[in-house]
């Protein structure tokens, strides 16, 4: 374990552990894993000791630690407590796939100590055999229904994700931020006010299913890396930002996020989307309205917010790495905006990004 790691994990981690499982259990090895778009850093611990598990992992949390999550761009409410357990608590108490919170140490020591989950996420399992990617995206799909029903039934004000909304204005500010990184830090100047207001202005039928009174749990970020295969079942997790929204967006995450799909042809997307239709319909929820519309308007917008998160946590946080993304989710926004109804769109969109023109 390097010395710096070292310092940082070793007592508070040590606190943890013996809390959770007692003074006999004790910290033997740390090492890093790999972190997210968000100041939190991880690390699994091998531990020793009577009745504890072989491993652990810390989440550490960097500043601002009681923020709604790894977004910036959330929040509106006054947080007692770490987003993650509070969300996770509500999941937990119905039986959702989270890990298990072994030890708040948030306000203490700055971490929490969690069910180890493995590495292998939802993405790795599916590219390791393909054969397998309708199976698994399918359960996916069932869990991301399974979510909204319950949202639905037991709704909770003491659960923060009941208390705040992804409304039409957040999703405005989201595609501010598009504009303001995914177009002016990338090209070091900022767009004429003029130009600014009619692009925003042309994107403005994006937040429309944001608009809609009818609202879900959504988790945010429900998508293939975001979701763990261990002990062959899945495993949930980065809930923090969970809020009531769309109905359509945590869908269009899972299925068009980056790389995905690569993995899903448009046939089985569509066969995907109909079991979504499906089960919301068995559970006594269907969905009104037009669920293709929703769910294209969703993923666009999704995937313009990537293109400006991406560049600013490039370029202005200099956490490397993320511009290497970004021809996966261009080739997800030109497939979006290829619709008839997109053309004026992407041919305002292409004049200040070119990968947005038509392939």
């Not at 923020?67 to 119905?94: H, K, M, Q, T, Y």
């Not at 917008?301 to 400006?308: D, E, F, N, P, Q």
Request: proline letters at 6%.
């Amino acid at each position: 374990m390097a010395a710096a790691l070292e310092r940082e994990v070793g007592a508070a981690c040590a606190r943890a552990v013996a809390e959770a499982f007692g003074p006999a259990v004790h910290v033997v090895a740390a090492s890093a894993l790999a972190g997210d778009a968000s100041s939190r850093r991880y690390v699994r611990l091998t531990l020793a000791g009577p009745g504890a598990p072989a491993t652990a992992v810390a989440m550490l949390l960097g500043e601002g630690r009681f923020a709604p999550g790894s977004d910036e761009l959330g929040g509106g409410i006054a947080v007692a407590e770490l987003p993650f357990v509070n969300v996770g608590r509500w999941l937990a108490a119905r039986g959702f796939p989270v890990p298990t919170l072994y030890c708040d140490a948030a306000r203490r020591d700055g971490l929490v100590l969690l069910e180890d989950v493995g590495d292998t996420t939802l993405w790795a399992a599916a590219s390791a055999a393909p054969e397998e990617a309708a199976g698994l995206f399918a359960r996916a799909v069932d869990l991301l229904v399974r979510l909204q029903v319950e949202g639905a039934r037991h709704p909770d004000p003491a659960c923060y994700a009941f208390r705040r909304r992804f409304d039409a204005l957040l999703a405005r500010r989201e595609l501010e931020h598009f504009v303001e990184h995914g177009i002016e830090t990338r090209r070091g100047q900022r767009l004429p006010p003029q130009t600014r207001a009619a692009l925003l202005d042309a994107l403005a039928p994006l937040t429309a299913p944001f608009a809609a009174p009818e609202a879900v749990l959504v988790h945010r970020d429900f998508m293939a890396w975001n979701l763990h295969v261990a002990d062959g079942r899945l495993r949930l997790l980065d809930f923090q930002d969970a809020l009531l929204g769309p109905d359509a967006y945590d869908l269009a995450a899972l299925l068009t996020d980056r790389t995905t799909p690569t993995l899903l042809g448009p046939a089985l997307e569509a066969e995907l989307i109909a079991r979504f239709a499906a089960a919301r319909a068995a559970a006594g929820f269907p969905l009104a309205g037009d669920l293709t519309e929703r769910y294209r308007l969703c993923a666009l917008h999704r995937a313009l917010k990537v293109i400006g998160r991406f560049h600013f946590l490039e370029l202005v946080q200099g956490k490397r790495g993320y511009l290497a993304y970004l021809p996966a989710v261009y080739a997800v926004a030109r497939r979006l905006l290829a619709a008839a109804a997109m053309a004026e769109l992407q041919r305002r969109l292409a004049e200040h990004v070119p990968e947005l023109a038509p392939a």
